[in-house]
Nanobody, 124 residues
Framework: QVQLVDSGGGLVQAGGSLRLSCAVS????????IGWFRQAPGKEREFVSA????????IYTDSVKGRFTISRDSAKSTAYLQMNNLKPEDTAVYYC?????????????????WGQGTQVTVSS
């Protein structure tokens, strides 16, 4: 079993920054990846970014490239999502999730474990 606790959301003005954290506990031996997803009201859950815990390989959805950075601290068993230059359209509940590595880390159904979500609100 893997447990995830995500945190760090809040209210910020457009152009501001937030850093989300995802504390990971439990068995993550093997090639696991941590993904960040977001879900706005009335919309489907959307992939944001992912990182493989072993190699640190990262992927991003196009709308956040150059603004968001995903990272992991193996010693702290924590993954982060640094979000800069936030826009109102980034407003959503953000979830971290864990999956054994698959070629398609952008698909929510490939993730077996999820955090509880943290609200990010960007005002214009």
């Amino acid at each position: 079993q893997v447990q995830l606790v995500d945190s760090g959301g809040g209210l910020v003005q457009a152009g501001g920054s937030l850093r989300l954290s995802c504390a990971v506990s439990g068995r993550t031996r093997g090639n696991y990846a941590i993904g960040w997803f977001r879900q706005a009201p009335g919309k489907e859950r959307e992939f944001v970014s992912a990182i493989t815990l072993s190699s640190g390989t990262t992927i991003y959805t196009d709308s956040v490239k150059g603004r968001f950075t995903i990272s992991r601290d193996s010693a702290k068993s924590t993954a982060y999502l640094q979000m800069n230059n936030l826009k109102p359209e980034d407003t959503a509940v953000y979830y971290c999730a864990a999956a054994r590595y698959t070629p398609d880390l952008s698909r929510p159904s490939n993730y077996a474990y999820w955090g509880q979500g943290t609200q990010v609100t960007v005002s214009s």
